[in-house]
DNA sequence: GATGAATGAGACTTCATTCAT
DNA sequence: AATGAATGAAGTCTCATTCAT
């Protein structure tokens, strides 16, 4: 079923949206900016979103959703545990490389911080009842017992998106492939 | 004589604008929030700092000079390794919690994040150093060869910081404790 | 379709900034001012003008653009040299009287100086010219060598538009008959 | 008698004014810029001058008032007629030089523009009156009768003023040259 | 008298939002 | 529905003047 012709304005909005808070932040972000980038009149975007606080909202729900839908199909797709681990791990750095600009956008301001804590913990859950699954003498975060790995995933997410975002642009890539190293061979791996 | 330009003064603008910066970010923070938490004239913090940008930057750099003096004084009082490192622990978490709110002010605008990432690597090259004095046998990290050692110092660090920024101000005393106790149970002791 | 940029607004801003500015200088002049004069809210000006200094540079263009037309029309019109003479000083004065008072916001910085000193010399350049095809025996003016004549020009125009702006209003018209007939009769003239 | 220490003061505060007015106008010049010039605190100044439009006035009084006694002191001390005028001439342009950006201050508000004209009124009388005694069949100027060479008066030095003061710093000496030798060849002296 | 920090009104400019077209 | 000009509140910063020292 084809979309409807709003439909794909709306998401064209969204799309800039994302793009320019990511690159700019909240505050620094105009809807001009926004509108241009997604070649509409300024005036036009307030048809789809009611603000610019909204669409702001917006921008960032789409952007989880599309994270979570993506780990989702990983677990399905994929058969053992260390096959679903590889491809969550590429697919979670491809996605931090694209999104992590627009987490700045939520440090803007006190009321949109637990926007971000809401689904870090949401993510975090997930992550930690995937390793609860696996086999605690082989990875590392297995052998915590719940809540502290939690608080170890959450933490660490928290920092590798961070430190991706402090980086300039250019030492993006280098700084992923590290920290995917880094992860891979020393911290999931458990090694006596 | 006239009045001099007044040292309290100075770091009464000074704290409020850490206040300030740390509770809205750069851009929402206006000059006049700033004047009016110092209880003086908007005009006058120009006497003090030349503008926005430079008192933002002497607010950041306060903090850190701050923190980097306190845990050599700590290095200098301590003796014994373990002992050293419990007091950095307890001191980081103390500053951690009055200071991280700043740090979300570096996050606006991209050409600060170089500032905030510049202090990072510092702070991790000196914990990073400091782990490597140790028995191999007793600390998770001086496991790890200098260069991984050094990135998961800045991951970690990073990740606690934002970790507590994106937290409502009732919880974060909780959290502090959860993590530091995390930490010297879980990562920092090595338990073959 | 959205309201278009209207020229009659473009023309109305530009009038009220030639006015105020003519009347207050340009550092005196504030965009308020020209707001209120046109009739239309202080944000609006930058729809039409990047800022202040591109408003003043472009009034003060319109100003000399109108007067160069206007001497050019007079050349074609008027058939004898003696008749374009006079139409010449008529509407050179008929201008004067209007513009003067722009001239003086030129004199604020040094940096809109250029502005009035190359559109000076433009015209005594032209009239120059237009002074070497006359019989020299008839016109002061032809009596001297294209460099003098030149120096004349500019030092003589300067004086006109100068010795008006520091007039009280009242006493412009007085003033500029008594110029017209100094130049016609005295200086113009070459009676031996 | 040696001045008071005081006098020594507004002296300079007058000096330093004369300077910076003349460089910048009067919006432009700070009293911050005047004080430091002067080598004193901005606040001393309005012990010897209510506000900076007092001081502006002062300032350009003291300038033309310096000019009317140079001239007097020309006509006592020359004997002939043309000496005096050699003489004018010279210290004329002289001070021109010095002086002229100081006019330019006068051009910002309505209200001084009569300081300008007030001065320029006198001066032109005064050299009006020189003229008339002067042969008629040497000197272009006394070939008018009174009235018409107080225009001429009054035109050529405002536009002699405004030429130099639109001319970049450079240039205004080799300008000088040509204005003097312009008038004394070609204007002053009639020849038939 | 001298000093210069303090004041606060006011300038230019930006930009989210509205609304005539 | 779309457009983009119009609005005007609000932000940063300057500076003449005051006044505590």
């Not at 793009?19 to 509108?35: L, P, R, S, Y």
């Not at 890539?173 to 995917?180: A, L, N, P, W, Y």
Request: hydrophobic share 40%.
């Amino acid at each position: 079923m084809a979309r409807h012709q709003d439909d794909e304005k709306r998401t064209r909005i969204l799309q800039s949206a994302i793009q320019a808070f990511g690159e700019k932040g909240f505050t620094t972000t105009t809807m001009k900016d926004i509108a241009e980038q997604a070649d509409i009149a300024p005036g036009s975007i307030y048809t789809y979103f009611r603000d610019k606080e909204v669409l702001f909202i917006s921008a960032v729900d789409t952007v989880w959703k599309q994270f979570h839908q993506g780990l989702a199909a990983i677990l399905k797709e994929q058969e053992t545990f260390s096959s679903q681990l590889d491809a969550m791990l590429d697919y979670g750095f491809d996605l931090l490389k694209e999104l992590h600009p627009l987490v700045r956008g939520m440090y803007q301001e006190a009321n949109r911080l637990n926007l971000f804590h809401k689904n870090l913990v949401k993510l975090a859950k997930q992550l930690s009842f995937f390793f609860e699954r696996a086999d605690e003498d082989k990875y590392t975060l297995s052998r915590f017992d719940k809540r502290n790995r939690m608080y170890l995933l959450k933490v660490w997410i928290s920092g590798m998106l961070f430190t991706l975002s402090s980086l300039p642009f250019e030492r993006i890539d280098g700084e992923i492939e590290r920290q995917k190293s880094v992860i891979r061979k020393a911290l999931l791996v458990h090694t006596p």
